[in-house]
């Protein structure tokens, strides 16, 4: 069958800029003026709309599942349940543990139970109303701590509830110290809050396999997933990453997948499916709620001694990459602070609550928040200034980790807090006039400036960069060199998926600058490549990147060798602006009559160096690959009668060891720093006894242009040796470090404890 009539094309950049420049990204013209192609716009004459049935119920247990009524529906094709899924039952990323339509149980309010194909959406929607499911309604387990220690919690899996529970030892652990700090932290679920819901349009073929065209971010791990439950081989599952409005974590996880692409078979017509805004809140994997108890020792003069802490993470009703993020806030948990002595525990539970997996910062957001609060107590314990403490104990190149991992390459933390530290403060607000706009719920008239207050606080964080604990983490990039139309062109293929970050401007710089030619194609990303990996992590610029450097490379030999052989020369040469140069001889030929009517094409799979896994007892091992570092000063101004905020200025030093597109950084920088905002003051999932309270945008609220305050973003460039081009992943940190900053300037300002984000106004009045 054709393709659908909106699966992206060849993405082509005749314009310049290579590594180091900020060249126009070629879809953002398109996007600011509407015109891009999402996967939600994809469109076939012949396709069917798909829907889904999901449970009301966070807990119970399946009787039976009536279909009778929705197969009478006016044009109804299809009506699906577990009974029809083809090959294996169970998919998942880390733990094969999830029903691709729920068997005789559901462990979620919003699992998938049955699926419909129809001629109309809306016919598919009422053809779901008239399914009937007889339940036994259970009592749900939704106390994380509970699931990991009471005997009376139900087993939610076979294993037990707690997916993984990972211990880091280092040290002296019966150490004690003059100056004890302990605190209580608690961290809401978060959203990742992308504007495009999940969509998809499947496409069945004429070979028995299927055609998937996909909002994803890692098409290879897709299809193995999906062909298993299909019962298909791979090479039968083919997908193509169609326009993907948005990411940051959620869409690592299947999603309609699999149940569009079985509609698709049964029915032997295309079948699209999009979620509405509100299936979109139970489609997909939210941040982990965390609750963290913390006790740090330091001597008298707040040099820290030993960190204690456990951790718990609320993974829900399915594993999704609850074991990863186990890892990551188990050895970031003390922060990019020297710590000799460290004892944590970290558990990762099942529970009857919305399934939680990847966001933005990834396990580190949660310990960051418990860390940063702590270390804010220890400088107010010691009549100390919060930054001075924090540059006592920073960590450098050299330092440990708690995994006993030495960082090997730049750690500048103490030079990040000084910097921001001597970036000016805005002015003060006038006492005599106010600005409504400028105050706290000003738009809405609530003040006039009475019981307005003004806070400064400071965080830190750390964050891993790529996949960690010897985890096999490659991309693959295909490169073809030849001319086109008289004029040198490279064609980049990979399978990396662009989620709005940049990476289709980032490989075409590669290419330019690897290569010397001013044209790059990028070729859409499908699995007719090898794998991309993820985008996540902050791992695509190292990894894809790296992987599209070691290709040109191989093509740029290549070329380099024929020459050598046409021209008859020997010596070093060099591509350059489309032209054969030697250093001694000058302009030797064009790249265009070397090549001819051939083409250059190589692929390369391309590794970072190893890991290795931890050590199940004490956590011990060189567990990742990279670290990277941001730092925040932010100011607010609090109104403690009514329980505002509003944020004045978030400032941020960020080391990206080198900026391979300055302009996509700093955007990545303000995105992430506006993702930290909302955890901070606003954003939360909401979940009363299993169930979700808010699943909308009216009602679950992210940060605007009103919230967002004017940033001053410096940038380090200092080098990783070990890295490409000695870049470091950028994309992650600033949402690590804007949190703890921002409640940091709230306690400054009120002189409460806040011990939870989002801070809430009854947090600040004290009343509910």
């Not at 939704?142 to 040290?171: C, F, Q, W, Y």
Request: aromatic share 6%; hydrophobic share 40%; charged share 20%.
């Amino acid at each position: 069958m054709s393709r659908p009539t909106t699966a992206p094309d060849r993405i082509t950049t005749p314009i310049s800029g290579g590594v180091g420049a900020s060249p126009l990204r070629p879809d953002g013209a398109l996007k600011v003026k509407g015109e891009f192609a999402y996967s939600s716009d994809m469109w076939m004459d012949d396709m069917l709309w798909g829907a889904t049935l999901r449970s009301p119920h966070p807990y119970a247990r399946i009787n039976s599942v009536d279909l009778t009524e929705a197969l009478k529906v006016p044009g109804v094709y299809a009506v699906l349940t577990h009974e029809d899924v083809p090959g294996q039952l169970l998919f998942g990323l880390e733990h094969t543990d999830q029903p691709v339509l729920a068997v005789d149980v559901v462990r979620y309010q919003g699992e998938a139970i049955a699926v419909v194909a129809a001629d109309h959406p809306e016919t598919a929607r009422r053809a779901i109303a008239k399914i009937v499911v007889d339940y036994d309604v259970l009592e749900p387990l939704t106390d994380m701590e509970k699931a990991v220690h009471s005997t009376d919690a139900p087993a939610l899996h076979p294993g037990g509830n707690v997916v993984r529970h990972l211990p880091i030892r280092r040290g002296d652990q019966e150490v004690t110290a003059p100056v004890v700090i302990r605190g209580e932290y608690e961290v809401g679920m978060q959203d990742q809050a992308f504007l495009g819901p999940e969509s998809g349009l499947a496409v069945p073929a004429e070979d028995g396999g299927v055609d998937l065209y996909i909002a994803t971010q890692w098409l290879h791990v897709d299809q193995k997933q999906v062909a298993a439950c299909l019962g298909l081989p791979a090479e039968k599952v083919r997908l193509t990453l169609a326009g993907v409005g948005g990411a940051f974590g959620a869409r690592e996880d299947l999603s309609m997948q699999v149940h569009a692409s079985m509609l698709a078979l049964r029915t032997g017509r295309p079948v699209k499916m999009v979620y509405s805004r509100e299936e979109s809140f139970f489609g997909h994997v939210h941040r982990h709620p965390a609750k963290l108890y913390y006790e740090h020792g330091a001597t008298r003069d707040g040099k820290l001694v030993y960190v204690k802490a456990r951790m718990f993470l609320d993974g829900g009703a399915y594993a999704s990459s609850t074991g990863a993020v186990v890892a990551n806030a188990a050895t970031l948990g003390v922060g990019p602070y020297e710590v000799p002595n460290v004892s944590i525990d970290c558990w990762g539970t099942y529970t009857n609550n919305p399934p939680c997996g990847a966001m933005r910062g990834f396990g580190a957001v949660q310990a960051a928040f418990a860390y940063e609060s702590q270390m804010d107590r220890l400088a107010a314990e010691l009549g100390l200034d919060p930054v001075d403490v924090r540059v006592l104990n920073a960590m450098s190149e050299g330092s440990a980790m708690p995994t006993g991992q030495i960082i090997d390459s730049p750690a500048p933390v103490a030079e990040l807090l000084r910097r921001v530290e001597a970036m000016p403060l805005p002015a003060d607000a006038p006492t005599d006039s106010y600005d409504l706009r400028q105050l706290p719920g000003g738009v809405s008239n609530t003040t006039h400036g009475e019981g307005v207050v003004r806070g400064v606080g400071y965080g830190i964080g750390i964050k891993n960069v790529c996949f960690s604990e010897g985890f096999d983490d490659f991309s693959t990039a295909r490169v073809r060199l030849e001319i086109i139309a008289g004029e040198p062109t490279a064609m980049v293929h990979t399978a990396a998926a662009e989620v709005g970050q940049g990476l289709v401007t980032v490989q075409a710089q590669i290419a330019r600058t690897e290569l010397g030619v001013e044209r790059v194609t990028i070729h859409p990303a499908d699995t007719q490549v090898g794998s991309g990996g993820s985008t996540s992590a902050s791992r695509q610029t190292y990894v894809t990147g790296g992987a599209v450097k070691a290709a040109c490379e191989k093509v740029r030999g290549m070329v380099l060798d024929l020459a050598r052989q046409r021209l008859n020369v020997d010596g070093e040469l060099r591509l350059d602006g489309g032209k054969i140069v030697s250093d001694r001889l000058g302009v030797l030929a064009d790249l265009a009559d070397v090549l001819g009517d051939d083409a250059i094409d190589e692929t390369v799979e391309w590794r970072h160096r190893p890991t290795e896994a931890l050590d199940p007892t004490t956590g011990q091992g060189f567990a990742h690959v990279q670290y990277a570092f941001a730092v925040h000063r932010a100011v607010v101004d609090v109104d403690v009668d009514l329980g505002l905020v509003r944020v004045v200025a978030l400032d941020c030093v960020q080391d990206v060891g080198k900026a391979i597109n300055p302009d996509a950084v700093v955007g990545q920088i303000h995105g992430g720093s506006a993702q930290g905002l909302g955890l901070a003051v606003m954003e939360e999932i909401q979940v009363k006894d299993g169930k979700i309270r808010n699943p909308s945008f009216t009602d679950y609220l992210i940060p605007t242009i009103l919230d967002m305050p004017p940033m001053k973003v410096d940038v380090l460039e200092l080098a990783d040796p070990h890295a490409p081009y000695g870049l470091r992943g950028v994309g992650e940190p600033p949402t690590i470090s804007s949190t703890p900053a921002i409640v940091a300037a709230i306690r400054a300002a009120t002189g409460l404890a806040i011990p939870r984000v989002p801070v809430r106004p009854e947090d600040i009045t004290g009343t509910a």
